[in-house]
């Protein structure tokens, strides 16, 4: 076998499983995913670029199915996945830097949602609050919970990710 057809394989296959949890998670738990003050329990996954770049892809595509699956606003679709898009390529470049992680994508959402939810959805909130309450759903996902999952993957980071790990 091709090693280098089988690490394409790989990294497209993991891209869409990444997508594919994250939509599924997202649309599970879609009356806390969308909104003023959201808490996307998805958002745990944008720990992955940690391990492979495989998981920027799959964070992007999966957003954008979310947004999309669950009728979000043409504005959210593009802007709330671009910055999901964002965060998942600051996370990568900060994959040396363990504890920094999980901060682009919480940085990139917290910036841009609140702008999406003013011009897609016609919120009358404030901006800097928006920014608060979408920051404080980012840091609850995914400085919280993202880096007890990225703690629990460490662990098993060979077996999962195997000899595509991002080291």
Not at 93 to 99: D, E, I, S, V
Not at 107 to 135: E, H, K
Request: charged share 10%; glycine share 8%; hydrophobic share 55%.
């Amino acid at each position: 076998m091709n090693f280098k057809s089988s690490g394409r394989t790989y990294f497209m296959v993991f891209s869409a499983a990444i997508a594919a949890i994250y939509t599924v998670l997202t649309l599970i738990f879609a009356p806390i995913s969308f909104g003023p003050i959201q808490f996307r329990i998805s958002e745990i996954l944008c720990i992955l670029p940690f391990f492979t770049p495989a998981a920027i892809p799959g964070l992007f595509i999966g957003c954008l199915l979310s947004n999309f699956l669950a009728g979000a606003a043409t504005l959210d679709v593009i802007f709330g996945s671009l910055a999901t898009l964002i965060g998942a390529i600051g996370s990568y470049q900060l994959r040396k830097k363990q504890w920094l992680v999980c901060l682009p994508p919480i940085i990139a959402n917290t910036i841009v949602v609140p702008w999406v939810l003013r011009f897609a959805y016609g919120s009358q909130d404030l901006i800097w609050y928006a920014m608060i309450t979408v920051g404080i759903g980012e840091i609850l996902a995914i400085g919280i919970l993202g880096n007890v999952l990225l703690g629990v993957l460490k662990r098993y980071r060979h077996t999962i990710f195997g000899p595509f790990l991002s080291e």
